[in-house]
């Protein structure tokens, strides 16, 4: 690399070389990500394309209007960054190749961007209608299945596709041979949709996506997945530039574009390095978010409408209870944190 003979003469890890790349990346992507957003939030604006509140949220009706789309902002900036950063790659001036984590590089994007464009037709078709409803059920699950089901496809025919899911805690994978397929779409699906439904405050999903995105960084750093540390880093540098004006009181919101988006490159990273169940460790507080929501939706058919959150996901719960945005999502990161470390010593108790 560039910066290879310094860290060897400094007598540092190639760790320590993955970190730097990575926070680089993340610094780049942070910068361009508050800059491209500065310039595209008024027009936004301008354009009206703000966020219609659904009536069943009385919390949050100072936000209608406030504009939306907002993930469009980080996407653009993670793509910028991530080209020039593969076009150094490729002209070697970063370092010796991995081609075959090269692809999978660039698969994670893919899977990444195809679900955001997903949630950008989906934003598009709510702001067009005026109302709080784009995409139907049924369409936007076919278009995610679709996605999901071509990433895999490619990542199988190029040789990156692990048929075994490692065990945290363990040095033990289980083999699942073709029934692997089925596993992976399902959960690459749910998961995508988790961290949707998981967007319901100011700055939640970009804070639960900051300890998770993070949480990768390291892991990569731990276990030398220099590649997956990048696009990690990526991720992590986007949506800290974004928390700048998602935070409470946010003035963007990311919109389905940015959270399925961001649902995406988690499980591109999760898939690529084999690591499907540590990351859903790692994930968990996005998992039950999505859980509440079906959990509700069961409870109250099986019951003839009784309900067993006061309101679903599980964040409008505890705003129903009297608790302030800030007070979630702050609560919600702690404990997002805690799932990190416990994801984090699940993927590396073998290795120490």
Request: glycine share 10%; charged share 10%.
């Amino acid at each position: 690399m560039l910066y290879n003979e310094l860290f060897e003469n400094l007598g540092l890890s190639s760790g320590a070389e993955i970190g730097f790349e990575a926070v680089a990346v993340a610094l780049a992507v942070f910068l361009t990500t508050v800059i491209i957003t500065h310039f595209v939030l008024p027009v936004l604006r301008a354009k009206k394309l703000g966020q219609n509140i659904s009536g069943y949220v009385q919390e949050h009706k100072n936000k209608q209007g406030t504009p939306t789309m907002g993930g469009i902002c980080f996407i653009m900036s993670i793509l910028l960054v991530m080209l020039a950063w593969f076009i150094l790659e490729m002209l070697g001036f970063l370092g010796q190749k991995d081609n075959r984590m090269l692809i999978t590089a660039a698969l994670t994007l893919c899977l990444g961007v195809g679900n955001g464009m997903i949630g950008f037709i989906d934003d598009y078709a709510k702001l067009v209608k005026k109302q709080n409803e784009g995409l139907t059920p049924i369409q936007k699950s076919l278009l995610q299945l679709f996605v999901a089901g071509a990433y895999l496809v490619v990542m199988s025919y190029t040789g990156n596709l692990s048929l075994s899911f490692r065990i945290p805690f363990t040095d033990l994978s289980l083999y699942l041979g073709w029934f692997a397929y089925p596993v992976y779409l399902l959960v690459i699906v749910g998961f995508v949709n988790s961290t949707n439904i998981t967007d319901g405050l100011d700055g939640l999903a970009s804070s639960i996506t900051v300890s998770v995105s993070g949480t990768s960084v390291l892991l990569s750093c731990t276990l030398g997945w220099r590649y997956t540390g990048v696009i990690s880093g990526a991720l992590l540098g986007g949506v800290l530039g974004f928390l700048v004006y998602n935070r409470y009181p946010a003035k963007i919101f990311m919109g389905d574009t940015g959270s399925l988006f961001i649902g995406g490159i988690i499980m591109g990273c999760a898939v690529s390095q084999g690591q499907l169940l540590p990351y859903i460790i790692i994930s968990l507080v996005f998992i039950c978010e999505m859980l509440s929501s079906l959990l509700q939706t069961l409870y109250y058919k099986l019951t003839h409408g009784k309900r067993l959150f006061r309101m679903a996901p599980v964040h409008h719960h505890f705003q129903k209870l009297g608790f302030s945005e800030t007070k979630i999502v702050i609560m919600f990161f702690v404990v997002s944190v805690f799932c990190c470390v416990a994801g984090y010593f699940g993927c590396t108790v073998n290795y120490f």
